[in-house]
């Protein structure tokens, strides 16, 4: 007890020191819950995505032996929703889901994965959706927890992966029985036969990211260690003709962690991107080093203040569990800050039990405080997958949190000072998206640099506007290396605006 009342203490004091909160109001939603046995301890996720064409995003929530449901966005000043599932998508089994644009007809469609086969649904118009006559996607019976997808040079269609966690139908399991992380590549106009990425270190969270700059995407597996129990690590496939694992060799450095999330961004400003992977216990944050010219990413969690290993408060002092984790500037000051969903995997006696959710702000100097007490978004529940997007169109960042066994949570963020930008960001068919494009934005002699990608998180995936905190700047300029490596010019814009950037 007192160990915990010091570390609330000094967690306080640091908050009130060096950074101003966000403000977040709770908003009143229809009511959701993800459910289920053990195959749904884990998942949990949602798609975040604009399926009616009025730039108000959705939310499609999973709902593990509930149904899933699509929550329609009425937001105006105010946010709110209304529950409206079509049957195509009120569906048990789904751990999560994320949006992507497969055909490149200007309408979102969904990946949606679940203790079960997996699906591709075709987006309509008025959020309607239905199966892809023509893709050949079939997926087999898996419990599936991840999820990814990149175009690869030359295809009409994505590149998709989806990864496994406990294969359960090995009577040997469930330890050490992972399954494989299973990719779809285009065969022409159709996806082809299923290529089974092993080994499989149970994996929960999937991201295809041009870390070299290179011009292609190679697929990065965060793989829970509970499961695998020894032997294997994070992973880095190489995405050439026949993938291969990174190693030693390559510059790759062995890790192992309960691994749940990732989280990509360019923090340090050289615009590579770094990452930001959840954990049981440590969160860890690793910053991207160019000097060995291979995938070489060092720690540096204690030292940039992201660990959010124990909670924050309350007087559960025990190892905190980490699930979806991402960046945005929720209080546009132009630092990118870091939100993390937490929760028992149920009732693990080592693991707390009440463990709030994080909000870690960045500072001037580049280290992170913690408010989400303050902000008002600590929520207790067994959280599991989550979003930042901008559900009323006012260019802050609001929050989404799926909770295991609780209700869904919505919080809007309320405007202060700090401008913003956000960009709509399309090119001709196919990847309508610009999925694997690089938006950099300047301002005061500082570039942020944006990686536009499909996948990361815990179950949980965004698309639509990007968007950009400025803080005070009052002019920026902006520009877009496309998926090709075509650099469009340089153009000047104002602030707190949406901005258009086709190609």
């Known amino acids: ?26 908003v009143d939603v229809p009511p959701h819950v993800y459910d289920g046995g053990w195959e749904h301890f884990v998942g949990g996720g949602l798609a975040v995505f604009d399926c009616n064409g009025d730039n108000r995003p959705e ?21 709110r929703f209304q529950a409206n599932t079509p049957s195509a998508l009120s569906l048990t089994g789904v751990t999560g889901a994320y949006p992507l644009d497969v055909d490149g007809d200007g309408q979102l469609d969904l990946a949606i994965l679940r203790v079960g086969p997996d699906l591709l ?7 309607t959706f239905a199966p892809f006559p023509t893709l050949n996607f079939n997926s087999e019976d ?14 009409a269609l994505p590149t998709l992966a989806f990864g496994t966690y406990v294969d359960r139908s090995d009577p040997d399991g469930p330890f050490e029985t992972c399954g494989p992380t299973v990719l779809y590549r285009p065969d022409g106009e159709a996806h082809g036969a299923p290529v089974y990425l092993e080994p499989g270190h149970c994996s929960l969270s999937l991201l295809f990211s041009d870390w070299a700059r290179s011009g292609r995407a190679d697929l990065r597996v965060s793989n829970d260690r509970h499961y695998y129990v020894r032997d294997g690590q994070e992973q880095l496939w190489a995405m050439e003709d026949t993938p291969r694992l990174y190693g030693q060799a390559d510059g790759w450095l062995p890790y192992s962690i309960w691994g749940m999330g990732i989280a990509s961004r360019d923090l340090t400003g050289d615009g590579f991107p770094d990452v930001y992977l959840t954990s049981m216990g440590d969160q860890k944050f690793q910053t991207f ?31 905190s569990t980490g699930w979806h984790a991402q960046f945005g500037d929720v209080n546009n000051d132009g630092l990118d800050d870091i939100f993390v969903t937490k929760g028992n995997v149920e009732q693990m006696p080592d693991a707390a039990q009440t463990d709030p959710n994080n909000l870690l702000m960045q500072n001037d100097n580049g280290q992170f405080v913690e408010t989400a007490s303050d902000a008002g978004v600590a929520s207790m529940q067994k959280s599991r997958g989550g979003a930042l997007a901008d559900l009323n169109g006012d260019g802050w960042l609001d929050m989404v949190v799926v909770n295991r066994g609780s209700p869904l949570e919505v919080f809007q963020n309320t405007p202060h000072d700090g401008n913003w930008l956000m960009v709509d960001l399309s090119q001709s068919q196919p990847n309508r998206l610009a999925i694997g494009s690089f938006i950099e934005v300047k301002m005061d002699g500082k570039v942020q ?13 965004v698309a639509g506007f990007h968007h950009f905190g400025l803080g005070d700047a009052e002019s920026l300029q902006i520009r877009v290396i496309w998926p090709d490596g075509k650099a469009s010019d340089w153009q000047t814009a104002n602030p707190n605006q949406v901005i258009r950037l086709s190609r």
């Open 449 to 461: 640099t944006r990686e536009v990608t499909v996948g990361g998180g815990h179950a949980s995936g």
């Open 1 to 26: 007890m007192r160990t915990s009342l010091a570390f609330l203490l000094i967690t306080a004091t640091t908050v009130s020191a060096d950074v101003l909160s966000p403000q977040f109001l709770g």
């Open 59 to 79: 939310l499609y929530a999973a709902g593990g032996s509930n149904p899933a449901q699509l929550f329609v966005n009425l937001s105006k000043a105010d946010i």
């Open 121 to 127: 649904l075709r987006g309509g118009p008025d959020c």
């Open 142 to 155: 898996h419990w599936t927890t991840g999820f990814s997808a990149t175009w690869e040079s030359g295809q």
């Open 289 to 319: 080093d160019p000097s060995t010219a291979g995938p070489t990413w060092r720690d540096a969690t204690y030292d940039r203040g992201t660990t959010a290993h124990r909670p924050h408060i309350g007087e559960d002092g025990r190892p």
